[in-house]
């Protein structure tokens, strides 16, 4: 029932945004299926979610500022690391890699999660981070970490 919810949202989706024309309906309905509670209408879709779709090309000012530290480079190369060293590439999976590395390495979750985020959406906003990173896929997310960290330095 929710899965061919998602689906006639994601068809319809589909239709009113061009970007999306050549993308698998599938994929369209599960990025629809995350960002669906926070949307009113079908345009304001996009707006939630183009992040799915395609790369971030800037990153909010205000989530920099608030997001990049000293030591953030160091710690996106660590995480671009675990999400390589990955295997079966599962949100329970990232979740256990990247939250159990944060935890006992004692770092504070904002100072990794908050600039994943940004690496991920060009935004301090979305769905839940290991969500996307499942959806975008290893490599994209391996792409959209590295673009961060080498406008970091």
Do not use: C
């Not at 970007?19 to 599960?30: P, R, T």
């Not at 920099?64 to 079966?88: G, P, R």
């Not at 256990?96 to 979750?109: H, L, V, Y």
């Amino acid at each position: 029932m929710q899965q061919q919810l998602d689906l006639d949202l994601a068809e319809q989706f589909k239709t009113i945004q061009p970007e999306l024309a050549d993308i698998d309906v599938n994929y369209i309905a599960l990025v629809v299926g995350l960002v669906k509670e926070r949307a009113t209408f079908i345009v304001d879709f996009w707006n939630l979610s183009h992040f799915f779709f395609a790369s971030p090309t800037s990153y909010d000012e205000k989530a920099s500022k608030k997001a990049l530290k000293e030591d953030t480079a160091d710690i996106l190369n660590k995480v671009i690391e675990l999400v390589n060293t990955t295997e079966d590439f599962k949100v329970e999976n990232l979740q256990a890699n990247i939250k159990g590395w944060i935890t006992d390495s004692d770092i504070g979750f904002g100072k990794v999660m908050m600039p994943l985020r940004l690496a991920l959406v060009g935004a301090l906003q979305g769905p839940d981070v290991f969500d996307i990173m499942f959806l975008i896929g290893k490599e994209e997310t391996v792409k959209r970490i590295r673009a961060l960290v080498k406008s970091i330095n």
